[in-house]
């Protein structure tokens, strides 16, 4: 007997929603669990907010977060103060996630199967607690916007948004990630922790907006790559696509003239976007497409609660500073 037409309407939702359900329930045995056991005390440190109910003003200390001056009160004071805000027992948390056409390249995993992974992870990391989480979506444009919730549902319907949607095309403008960080900056308006997670390949300019969203929330940047990316093989003659644009090019990648400019590329890439993280004041969590997931996580909160303990106590050795994780 064939199905009814609603019914049949129904069944690829349905699947869909099952896929969804699937992955974090993978997610769940071989990260989430882990993750829960290896974060401990360092839960705080990854996922630390404050509410915005302002609890008192005192003069500024070098330890202090230069993001909580009141500049008002130390113009008129002529001295440095902070505000210091009463602390939430529950956090609000929003992934925006960038799914531009060059997030979907990876040599044998996706950066956008990443992307799913982590936001899924922590998301789940979050809801469990009783926290809420949000997520805004970029293709082309901000085209999803899922308002915080809590539980298990809302991080199934974050990640049924991220993976079932029409496949990115090219862009001759390229991606434009300042889009996707404007429009959070005014939806966004209780200070929350805020995932930026995108492989940062975008016109430029995103750095102003990135830095603007960091003195209102915690921001961190979940910066996607693939090893491909930074030392490209000897694979013969190859066709190369620039995924933002669809442009293609046959180039050989036998020569060592053509690896050395493109690692020299490659490099350049690497300092301009470190310059602009670090312009922007944010730390940062390096996601390569072959990292174990578990592992990264782990170690960025405890890079982020080391590097807490030390601000605290004096200047920040280098290698902890925030484009060190």
Do not use: C
Request: no cysteine; proline share 5%; aromatic share 6%.
């Amino acid at each position: 007997m064939s199905r009814s037409r609603p019914e049949a309407a129904a069944a690829p939702a349905k699947r869909a929603a099952g896929h969804a359900e699937h992955v974090l329930n993978r997610l769940d045995w071989t990260v989430i669990r882990r993750l829960d056991g290896a974060l401990q005390g360092d839960y705080r440190s990854l996922f630390r907010g404050v509410g915005l109910d302002l609890a008192d003003l005192r003069e500024y200390q070098h330890h202090d977060d230069p993001r909580h001056i009141d500049w008002n009160v130390t113009a008129r004071l002529q001295v440095p103060h902070v505000r210091q805000y009463d602390e939430d027992r529950d956090v609000t948390a929003w992934f925006l996630v960038d799914l531009s056409p060059s997030v979907g390249f990876g040599s044998s995993v996706s950066k956008t199967d990443i992307a799913v992974q982590f936001t899924a992870v922590v998301a789940r990391l979050l809801t469990r607690r009783g926290n809420r989480v949000g997520a805004m979506l970029y293709g082309h444009e901000v085209d999803t916007v899922v308002p915080a919730g809590s539980g298990r549902q809302q991080v199934l319907q974050i990640m049924h948004r991220m993976m079932h949607r029409p496949p990115p095309r090219p862009m001759p403008g390229g991606t434009q990630l300042a889009e996707l960080l404007r429009a959070a900056l005014n939806t966004i308006k209780r200070r929350s922790i805020v995932f930026v997670v995108s492989d940062f390949i975008s016109a430029p300019g995103w750095d102003v907006p990135l830095g603007m969203l960091a003195s209102r929330h915690d921001v961190v940047a979940v910066r996607l790559y693939d090893p491909l990316e930074m030392d490209l093989p000897d694979l013969g003659l190859v066709v190369m696509q620039d995924a933002e644009t669809g442009e293609q090019i046959v180039v050989d990648t036998q020569a060592k003239g053509f690896r050395h400019r493109f690692a020299t590329a490659a490099r350049r890439r690497e300092a301009e976007l470190r310059d602009g993280l670090a312009r922007a004041g944010v730390d940062t969590l390096e996601l390569a497409t072959d990292d174990d997931l578990a592992h990264t996580v782990t170690r960025f909160a405890q890079l982020r609660k080391r590097r807490v303990q030390l601000t605290a106590g004096g200047a920040l050795p280098a290698h902890l500073k925030p484009q060190g994780a």
